[in-house]
């Protein structure tokens, strides 16, 4: 399951997201060496809805279940949770739950404004990314 991984690796991770598909991967380079990996198991806690905090996930392994007041959604790999977080830092609108073991790439906000500073182009792929998230919630 769950192992160390090198920077080729991580890029590959973030190329097949929504967030970071358009992106080349020279510039995500940049941005694979800054994120940690984080294990989780079946069960636990990721995120507390009314948190503040300021990081996203890359779900790699495993699912989690997305948990609001309108529902609940299961997500799984190359998924993105948290986005909003390091673009708008305010308190968490959901609770995510781990469903199975599995493993995440974390990035802080802190270094997603320093990718954003310096390779401005990130910023593209990730607005037309969450334009479609807007785009499929409105269609439900």
């Known amino acids: 399951m769950w192992s160390p ?9 973030l190329r097949r997201t929504g967030l ?8 995500l380079a940049g941005v694979a060496s800054r994120l940690e ?3 989780f198991t079946a069960g636990e806690v990721l995120i507390t809805a009314g948190a503040v905090e300021e990081w ?3 779900l790699v392994e495993g ?4 948990v609001r007041p309108d529902g609940r959604v299961r997500v799984g790999p190359v998924d993105t949770i948290g986005e909003l977080s390091v673009l708008d830092p305010a ?10 073991d599995g493993w995440a790439l974390k990035l802080v906000k ?4 320093e990718a954003l500073r310096l390779r401005p182009e990130i910023a593209a792929g990730i607005v037309t990314a969450l334009a479609r998230r807007l ?4 269609q439900r």
């Open 5 to 13: 991984h090198l920077i080729v690796d991580r890029v590959a991770i």
């Open 20 to 27: 970071f598909a358009t992106t080349p991967a020279r510039v």
């Open 37 to 39: 990996e984080v294990p």
């Open 56 to 58: 996203l996930l890359v």
């Open 63 to 66: 699912e989690v279940e997305i």
């Open 91 to 100: 308190p968490r609108i959901a609770d995510v739950v781990a469903t199975t």
């Open 110 to 113: 802190d270094d997603f404004d």
């Open 135 to 138: 785009r499929d919630m409105r």
